[in-house]
C-alpha cells in the first residue's frame, strides 16, 4: 500500500524544486509582460469583436453584443481587396527562394574568388535603414525616375493599382534575396562533406549528389524561410506606410491600422483575430518542431 | 591516336568548365550590382543640386555633374518643428539604450533559463512564449490600456517593450546555450555555482559571439521600428529619426525631383550609423549569424 502511494506521488527532489524556484523566477518578466502586452488584450480584443464599442463617437459606451463587426469584415471589400494583396505579395517569396537557393549553389563553388564581397554586398539590404531603402525605391520608381528611363517605359509604378503590388514585390524581392542566399549558402556549408565524398566513390552524378543529399538536407532551412517568409508578409505594414498612398495595395494590417485610426475598435478586434488565426496556423509546423526538438 | 583524342576531351572539358565557371561569375556579379546600385544611387542623388535633377533628363549617370551639397544644407534648414535629424538620432538612441542595456539582457536569461534550468513545465511554456500574437492585433488594446494610464504621448510605451525584451532573442540564445557543450556547466555545477553564478560567469561569456549578434540586429531593429513609435510617441520633440523621416517624405511632395537630393541626403545619413555597425562586426554577422539561422 505505501509503495503504491509513493508511486502515485512521487516525492519531488530538492534539486527539483530549486530548478522549478530558478526557472520560473528567471522567465517571469517575459511571461508577465506576455500577459499584459499580448494575452489580455487578445481576449480585449476578442470581446470587444461582439460589441458595438466605437471610440469616436460621442457617446463611447457599449450599449449592445452583436455580430456586426464579423458581418462588416467579412462584407467589407476593403478587407478582402487587402486580403487578396495580402496573398498576392506571397508570389515573391518562392521566386526569393529559388533564386536565393540558385546563388547559393554558385556561391558554394569552391574556387569562387570574391567571396567576402559577394557575402557583404548580398548582406547590405538586410542591414539598412528601412526608410532608407523606400526612399531609395521611391526615387527608382517615381514616373520620370529611373526605371522608366531605364527600361524605356512610362508605368506609373506606384500610383498605377496594376503596378502597386507588382513594384512592391519587386523590392521585396530585391530586399530577402541575399539575405535567403546566404543563409542557403550556410546550410549547404553545415552539410557532411564525407556524404558527398561516399557518394563520390559510389561514382554518382552532381545531379544525384544534389537531389538525393543537397535537397533533402536543405528542407529544414526552407521550410523555415517559406513559413517565416508567410508570417511576415501576412504581417507586412511598412511598404505601405512609407511608399504607398492609395488603398489599392493595403495589406490586411495597414487595413485595421486604418480602422484603428478611425476608432472602429470592433472591427478592429475582429479583423484582427481573423489575421491572428492564418498567422498561428502557419507558424503550427515551427511549434511542433521545436517539441520535437525539446 | 588515343593521346590526342584524349587531348581533344580534355579541351572540350576545359572549355565547358571556362563557360559554367564565366557564367557563375557573371550571374553572383549581376546579383551584386543590382543589390548594390539603389545604394549608388541613394549616394549619389545626395549629391546633385536641384538644378541638377531639373534639367537632365537622362537619370541614369551615377557621378553627379555638379557636386553640391546642396541637399544635405536643406535637409539640416529644414523646418525643425517637421524634421530635426539629431534630434530624431537622439530619440532613437533613447530606446537603444534601453535595449543594449536591458532588453538584450532580459532576453539572454531567458534563453538560459529555457536551455539549461530543467524547471518542470519548461516545454509549454516556451510554445506560450513563442506564440507570437502579431503586433496589430494588441495594438488597440495595448493603446486602450497605455492610454488610460495616461501614457499616450510619453516614450515610456516604447521603452517597455524594450526593457522586458524579446523570445525572439531568447529562441536564439535557448539554441545557442543548449548547443554549449554539458560538460563545462556540469562542471561549474560540481564547482558549486548555481544558477545565477552560471548565467553570469558562464553562459554570458560564453554566448558574446551570439550576443554581439543579437545586439546587432536588435538595434537594427529598433532603429527601423515604424508601428508603436509612430502610435505613441505623439509628441514632436519624442519622434524617432525614421517616423521623422516618413513626416519629411510626406511633408515634402516626394513626387518631384528636384526634391530627391534632400530625401537623400535623408536617406544616406540615417544608413550611416548602421553601415558602420554592420563594417565593423560583420566578420561575426556573417560567420555566424547564418550559421546559428539554420539551426533555429
Known sequence: ?294 | MKSENRYRENRIAKLKRGIAVTSLYAVLIAVAITTLLPFLYMFSVSFRSANEMREFSDLLYLIPKDFSIEGYKKLFAFNPNQFSFFRGVANTMKIEIVFLCCGLWMSTLYGYSFGRIKFRGRNPMLIFCLIQVPQIVTIMPVYTMFSKMGLVGTIWPVLMGNFFGNMGIGFYMERYIKNLPDEIFEAATVDGLGHIGKFFHMAIPLCKPALVIQAVFGFMGVWNELLSPEIYLTNMEDKTLQILMVALNNAVSSGRLTQQPMLMAAAVLSSIPLLILFFSCQHLLIEAGAAVAIKG
Open chain 1, 1 to 294: 500500500m505505501v509503495g503504491a502511494k509513493t508511486a502515485r506521488i512521487p516525492k519531488v527532489s530538492k534539486w527539483q524544486r530549486r530548478e522549478d524556484f530558478w526557472g520560473w523566477l528567471f522567465i517571469s518578466p517575459i511571461l508577465i509582460w506576455i500577459l499584459f502586452s499580448s494575452v489580455i488584450p487578445t481576449l480585449y480584443c476578442f470581446l470587444i469583436s461582439f460589441t458595438d464599442y466605437n471610440m469616436l463617437a460621442w457617446d463611447n459606451k457599449i450599449t449592445k453584443l452583436t455580430l456586426d463587426a464579423y458581418k462588416d469584415v467579412f462584407t467589407s471589400e476593403g478587407y478582402w481587396t487587402a486580403m487578396y494583396n495580402t496573398v498576392y505579395y506571397l508570389i515573391g517569396l518562392p521566386i526569393r527562394i529559388f533564386a536565393g537557393f540558385l546563388i547559393a549553389c554558385g556561391m558554394n563553388y569552391k574556387k569562387l574568388r570574391g567571396k567576402k564581397f559577394f557575402h557583404i554586398v548580398y548582406y547590405l539590404p538586410g542591414v539598412s535603414s528601412g526608410v532608407a531603402i523606400a526612399f531609395v525605391w521611391n526615387y527608382f520608381f517615381n514616373p520620370d525616375g529611373v526605371l522608366n528611363t531605364l527600361l524605356g517605359t512610362n508605368i506609373a509604378w506606384l500610383f498605377d493599382p496594376d503596378w502597386v503590388k507588382p513594384s512592391l514585390i519587386i523590392k521585396g524581392v530585391w530586399g530577402g534575396l541575399g539575405g535567403t542566399a546566404l543563409m542557403y549558402y550556410a546550410a549547404m556549408r553545415n552539410i557532411n562533406q564525407e556524404l558527398y565524398e561516399s557518394a563520390d566513390l559510389d561514382g554518382a552524378s552532381t545531379w544525384v549528389k544534389m537531389f538525393k543529399i543537397t535537397l533533402p538536407m536543405l528542407k529544414t532551412i526552407t521550410i523555415y524561410n517559406v513559413m517565416t517568409g508567410i508570417a511576415g508578409g501576412l504581417n507586412s505594414f511598412s511598404d505601405n506606410f512609407t511608399m504607398v498612398s492609395g488603398n489599392s495595395s493595403n495589406t490586411v494590417v495597414y487595413w485595421i491600422y486604418q480602422q484603428f485610426l478611425g476608432g472602429n475598435y470592433p472591427l478592429v478586434g475582429a479583423g484582427a483575430l481573423v489575421l491572428s488565426i492564418f498567422t498561428i496556423l502557419f507558424s503550427v509546423p515551427q511549434y511542433r518542431k521545436i517539441v520535437k526538438d525539446n
